[in-house]
Structure formats: structure tokens, C-alpha cells
């Protein structure tokens, strides 16, 4: 099977159980009503004939049929010379709302500050998937430009109709097109007069290669940076109405509770107080914060359902395997003893089987969930942090049973999300307070609400059987994941037989999507595994991935990375451990070398160092790229040493920070990153990729300073035990 094959495959396993809430719709503008929205100008459609499909936008709309699939980018220039850019993507401070209006700004040929980006406000934008998958970069981007370099030729073509000239000799530069042999010049907006001039895009139509862009590929600062650092930037939270009131939800004591019957008159007898009750959704609507949360508490619930069977975060790894679902294979040969693995590892010199616990992490995103919500008639507004407008705004139109042309769902510039913001719940039950009490509802989740009640990273366990020969050639790799996802799971290592298999299982608490999604788990595994038969044969560790890797990109990163740390110029202290690792995933190449210092007394782990180099493809933006993969390794920290949901039965156990433990200054070690720049390439996202090959490096070196390997993530959430 070749590999082209293989990917397709991956992609083919990402479990569709992902998606929490109901399927998006695929919405399609109607040409009319989406030039009434833009007013007057310019206006370019930009056509496509294909989408990923990702993990949380699978699916498609009531009443819509699956093709075409089309994702649609528009520029509009207005009359007064404007640039505007409308898409579905949102910033979650990934910097995307840069470099898109670095890529828009290139083709158009003028400053970064003269355009406007339009994100996420589902009455303005074409449709979009969502922003996860890191697809913001190889996708949206080039579709903006291909639509401003539409632009720029209908601009070229006025001004030459306009003056009589040769189009060849018109110019476009800083929002003015010139014809330098008359000395004639006009703006933008003058040419366009007003006028709504459409122009369709096909996907054949090429932008500006790398190796010409002059705005992409610079350092160029984060649009809109001073209002965050200023405070001045409104999150969904700052949002206010005339009339707004403060929203809060009844829980559940746990997972699995059921409301028996309720005694709301108390909470009802509050002045200023609205009881909204919506089956078994019970929540209240205040004039105040403080009001809505005493309304809250003197609510008198009576629950049923206990607790008793569910399964612990002790216990879980045993219900993953005591509950699997259907093995979904690479491979169709079973082995049962006979088949090509088994014979791989009878004939291999060195063999390895292993199983990796992989925990349930928190997002633990800077802005909880929040919500405003308005009606007007019919007619619903939600400012809502979200990674899918479009996906909420299904999700509204099923809960109230309404039409997608009466939703509006806006999206303010938001406080993170790493996967943790697909879902429109504070949106739903925002709307639900608003309708209830006749007045727009702000509804903002408590950090407490954040830990218990939004989704988790996956949870799983990994079952492995490798083998190699004496001189180091892989033979045998047998590797299925259960639970946490199928998401990296291809390795880019040689060898004669493989059988890689995904196994869901009904998660017992709430799992979706989180940065890289499964391929933080996977990675871990194999790289732990990579490192365990190059010790069982007395390989260096770095020789043995150079020796059995197949994919010349991730070598790059890898010897960029090794070279860096200075990987066999030296060798660790007493206490100290070296380690690496490498991998691949959505497009980016990662390789991480890390040193520990190991304290068996005190039970302390200590990151001292770690380096990590990544490559995308062509570099829109090397500083903020640079951030990118820092953030990615510090978020990688608490998943590798000491992030986990602590929970007993239903109850979460871990529902705020000072019973979750998250990466603070004091663990940061030093941090050291190499950008391999490839203007050859198509850019590549780089959101998720950079966090994978952290935690294997981590748990490598541990082995090496102490020999023992620890097979479970988070490594050291009490300390370091002398077992793994």
C-alpha cells in the first residue's frame, strides 16, 4: 500500500464521535443577499471544489446536499477605497487574522494596515467548516489570495478600459493604479465607483509563489496587538446589550444525574429574578451577577442516578478494554498467531511489547465558554468564542427549531480554544435565558464550569508489539490505539510489516477534539518504543531513527534538532538524562531533544532544556510562527509531566486550577526553536504539530537518567516514583 494510500486511510479513521453536537450545515449564499450585505465595491467570489474533511466538521446541513463543497472567500473594495476580507475563520490567538491580511495585502499590493479582515460573523462571511485541523494556513490563505489576485487583475483591467492604454503598462501599488508613461493614476475606490462587480475564481488559478511574496514571510506585527495588550479588545464576555441581563445554569451534581423535580419558588421570589425552565434545562436570568448566582443556589433540585459503576481515572484504562468496539484496521489480514506481524517478530533479534495509559487532559482555555444572546422576533444574534460559527449556528436552528437565514452567530477575536471551542453550548443556553426572560442574556461559564462540563482530550491506551534486527532495520510494528484516536498514528519509519489499528470505545465522560488530537498519544507511544529496541540492541537512539526513517522531512527536523542540542557532544551529568524524539502530522515536520535532572530522593523532575525544530513549508510569518511553537511545547509540558481529570464515578474531581495543574514560569525550561524554512513547499499549518514530540523526548530522557521508562501520560503528576 503506498503512502499517499496510507494517509488517506489516517484520515479516513478520525473518529466521527468527535462531533459532540449535531452535523454543521453546508450554507450557500445567495449571490443577491450577500451583495446587499457588502453594500457597494468590489466585490470577487472565489470558488472551490473541494474541503477537507475534519474532525469536528464532518457532516452536512438540514436540506443540503453534500456537493458541491465549496469554501468561499471574498474581497470588497469600497467605493471610498476600503479593503475589506471576509472569511469564516476566527482568531483564537493563533495570529490568523496576520497573516491572512498579510496574504490579501501581498496580492493587493498594499500595506498590511489598509485591510480589513472580516471573521467569523456568519451574516457576513462565506461558509467555513471551523478553524481546526491547522487548515487556516495551507487553505484559507491561498484562496484569499487567488480572490485578491482577481482583484487586482478586474482593477488593472478598468484602469486600462478607462485611459485607452495597454493593460501591460498599468501598475497597482499602495491602493493606486498607475499607467506611469501618462502620469495617470486613481485609487481603488475610484475606479470601482460603487460598483458591485463579481468575478468568479477557479482553483486552478495559482497566487503568488513564495519566493515572490513581499509582505508574507516578514515578521509583520500582530494586527489589532495593542488593543489586546491594552485591554481595550472586547471578548464575547465584554459584549453588553441594552437591557442585558446576567444568565446562570443549573448542573448536575455528576455525570449521569437526572432531574427528579424542582422547587424554583425561593430563587423566583427574588426581586429582579426570571426562572427559565426548558424541559430539563433550569437556569435563571438577574440583573446582575451576584443576583443570579443566589437565584441559583436557592433553587431546590431533586437528582436521581447514582454514580456507582462508573468507572474512575484509575480504573478507566481497564474499561477501555473491557468495552472496545469494532478494530478498525490498515491491514485486512487478521493475525491470529500466524499472520505477517507475528512471523515479522518471530524472525526479528530484538522485540518490544508495551502499553501506554494516556490520560483525559482539560483545554483549560485563558476565556471560559460565554455567550451573549438577543432575539428580536424570530430572529436570534449570538456573540459566542467559538472555533465553528457556522457549526453554532446549526446547532441554534436544530435547539429552536428556526431557519439558518434567521441566526446570526458573531464571533469576537478569541481567548483561546485548542480544539475546546467547537460546540455552541453557553451559545444554546444563552439563547434559551434570552427567550425565557424576554431581554438579551450574557452567560459566562465559571472556571469550575469550564473543568467539569466542556469536553476533554480523549483518554486511551495503546497496545504495541515492534521488533528490529541486530543492525537496526524495523521488522515488525503492531500498534492500535483504543479510545483516544487514530490522529498520527502512521509512523514515518520503514519497516516490513505493520499493523496499525483504531479502537473506539463509549467514552464514560465527554471527549472531543484537542490540539494535535490523538497524535500527542500516538507519538508517545512510538517514540517511547523507538527508544526501547534501540536499547535493547545497544543503538544510539538518534542513529536508529536516522537509520529506519523514510521521510526526508522529518530527518531535516530531526538532525536540525540533534545538531542544535548538541545530541553525543557530551554526555548528561549525574541525575541527568538526554532524550528525543520526532514525528509528522497535518502537513508540519517536529523534532524535540530535551534534558531532565532527576531528584529519586525529593521524587523532582526538572526540564532543563529543550529544542525543537519544526518545518512547514514556506514561513508566512517567523515571529509569530516562532510563538507558535513555543506555545505548542510549553502546553506540551503540562500534558507530558503532570495534566490529568481526576475524577471518582460522574464527579470531576479536578474542576478548577488549583486541583489542576498547568505549566507555570517556574517549569519552564530553556527553550531553544528552529524554524526549517521551505519557500519551495506549500505553507503548512503550524498550530497543532509542535506539541507532539515533547512528552516522548521528556519520557526518553527520564529513562535515560534513571532506566526506568514510564508508560503513561501525564509522566510525573506526583513526582518521580521509580515506576512506570
Not at 70 to 86: K, L
Not at 90 to 116: K, Y
Not at 171 to 190: I, K, L, M, N
Not at 685 to 712: D, F, K, L, W, Y
Amino acid at each position: 500500500m503506498s503512502r499517499s494510500q496510507d494517509r488517506s486511510f489516517i484520515e479516513d479513521l478520525e473518529p466521527e464521535r468527535y462531533e459532540l453536537l449535531p452535523s454543521i450545515a453546508r450554507v450557500q449564499l445567495d449571490r443577491r443577499d450577500f451583495l446587499r450585505s457588502v453594500g457597494g465595491g468590489l466585490v470577487v467570489l472565489c470558488l472551490l471544489r473541494g474541503a477537507s474533511a475534519q474532525e469536528s466538521g464532518r457532516g452536512r446541513g438540514r436540506g443540503q446536499s453534500e456537493e458541491p463543497r465549496e469554501v468561499g472567500a471574498w474581497i470588497r473594495i469600497a467605493e471610498d477605497g476600503t479593503i475589506s476580507a471576509f472569511t469564516g475563520k476566527v482568531e483564537v490567538g493563533q495570529n490568523a487574522r496576520t497573516s491572512l491580511s498579510q496574504a490579501v495585502a501581498d496580492e493587493l499590493r498594499v500595506p498590511i494596515d489598509s485591510v480589513r479582515m472580516v471573521m467569523g460573523d456568519t451574516d457576513l462571511v462565506p461558509y467555513d467548516r471551523g478553524t481546526f485541523g491547522s487548515r487556516t494556513t495551507p487553505t484559507m490563505a491561498p484562496q484569499l489570495r487567488r480572490a485578491a489576485a482577481s482583484a487586482r487583475s478586474t482593477l488593472e483591467g478598468l484602469a486600462a478600459e478607462r485611459w485607452g492604454v495597454d493593460r501591460a503598462e498599468v501598475a497597482v501599488a499602495d491602493g493606486t493604479v498607475s499607467h506611469p508613461p501618462s502620469s495617470r493614476s486613481a485609487g481603488f475606490g475610484e475606479l470601482t465607483e460603487g460598483r458591485r462587480l463579481v468575478g468568479a475564481i477557479e482553483e486552478d488559478d495559482e497566487p503568488t509563489p513564495p519566493g515572490r511574496w513581499q509582505l508574507a514571510g516578514t515578521d509583520a506585527r500582530k494586527v489589532d496587538g495593542k488593543d489586546f495588550v491594552t485591554g481595550r479588545h472586547a471578548y464575547a464576555s465584554d459584549v453588553t446589550r441594552p437591557g442585558m441581563l446576567r444568565g446562570k445554569v443549573l448542573r448536575p451534581p455528576h455525570y449521569g444525574a437526572t432531574l427528579e423535580s424542582i422547587d424554583a419558588s425561593d430563587a423566583e421570589a427574588i426581586d429582579g429574578v426570571t426562572v427559565v425552565r426548558d424541559g430539563d434545562f433550569i437556569g435563571v436570568a438577574a440583573t446582575d451577577e451576584p443576583t443570579a448566582e443566589r437565584a441559583i443556589s436557592a433553587l431546590r433540585p431533586v437528582w436521581t442516578g447514582p454514580e456507582e459503576g462508573r468507572p474512575s481515572d484509575s480504573s478507566v484504562f481497564d474499561y477501555f478494554k473491557e468495552h472496545p468496539g469494532d478494530v478498525q484496521r490498515r491491514d485486512e489480514a487478521e493475525d491470529r498467531g500466524d499472520g505477517p506481524i507475528d512471523r515479522a517478530l518471530a524472525a526479528s533479534d530484538a522485540v518490544v511489547e508495551s502499553r501506554y495509559r494516556i490520560a483525559y487532559i482539560a483545554h483549560a482555555p485563558l476565556e471560559p465558554r460565554a455567550a451573549v444572546a438577543e432575539w428580536d422576533g424570530d430572529r436570534l444574534t449570538v456573540w459566542t468564542g467559538t472555533q465553528r460559527p457556522f457549526g453554532v449556528r446549526e446547532e441554534l436552528v436544530a435547539a429552536f427549531d428556526l431557519t439558518e437565514d434567521s441566526v446570526r452567530v458573531i464571533v469576537p477575536d478569541t481567548g483561546s480554544g485548542y480544539g475546546g471551542k467547537h460546540t455552541g453550548e453557553a451559545a444554546i443556553e444563552a439563547a434559551r435565558l434570552a427567550r425565557g426572560s424576554g431581554r438579551p442574556v450574557k452567560l459566562t461559564w465559571t472556571r469550575t464550569e469550564e473543568f467539569t462540563w466542556a469536553y476533554f482530550r480523549p483518554a486511551g491506551v495503546i497496545d504495541a508489539r515492534v521488533g528490529c534486527r541486530d543492525d537496526g532495520r524495523l521488522t515488525a510494528w503492531q500498534f492500535h490505539n483504543s479510545n483516544s484516536g487514530a490522529s498520527g498514528i502512521e509512523p514515518p519509519y520503514a519497516t516490513e510489516a505493520r499493523d496499525l489499528g483504531f479502537i473506539p470505545v463509549d467514552s464514560p465522560l465527554r471527549q472531543g477534539s484537542y490540539r494535535a488530537l490523538a497524535s500527542t498519544a500516538n507519538h508517545f507511544a512510538r517514540e517511547s518504543l523507538v527508544d526501547d529496541l534501540a536499547a535493547a540492541i545497544g543503538m544510539d537512539p538518534l542513529a536508529f531513527r536516522l537509520k529506519n526513517l523514510d521521510v526526508d522531512r522529518v530527518r531535516a527536523v530531526l538532525e536540525a534538532a540533534a545538531d542544535r542540542f548538541g545530541w553525543g557532544a557530551s554526555e548528561p551529568g549525574p541525575g541527568r538524562g538526554f532524550g528525543l524524539a520526532c514525528g509528522m502530522e497535518k502537513g508540519g515536520h517536529v523534532a524535540s531533544c530535551a534534558e531532565v535532572a532527576v531528584d529519586e530522593d525529593s521524587g523532582r523532575v526538572d526540564v532543563i532544556r529543550a529544542v525543537t525544530a519544526f518545518e512547514c513549508g514556506a514561513i508566512v510569518n517567523p515571529l509569530h510562527l516562532h510563538n507558535q511553537v513555543e506555545g505548542a511545547v510549553v502546553q506540551g509540558l503540562g500534558g507530558a509531566l503532570f495534566e490529568r481529570i481526576r475524577f471518582e464515578g460522574g464527579t470531576i474531581r479536578s474542576d478548577r486550577f488549583s486541583r489542576y495543574r498547568v505549566p507555570r514560569f517556574t517549569d519552564l525550561p530553556s527553550l531553544e526553536i528552529v524554524l526549517i524554512d521551505r519557500p519551495d513547499l506549500p505553507s503548512s499549518g503550524a498550530g497543532e504539530t509542535p506539541i507532539v514530540a515533547i512528552a516522548p523526548a521528556i519520557g526518553n530522557a527520564i529513562r535515560a537518567a534513571t532506566g526506568v521508562r514510564i508508560r503513561s501520560l501525564p509522566l510525573v503528576p506526583e513526582g518521580f516514583r521509580g515506576e512506570g
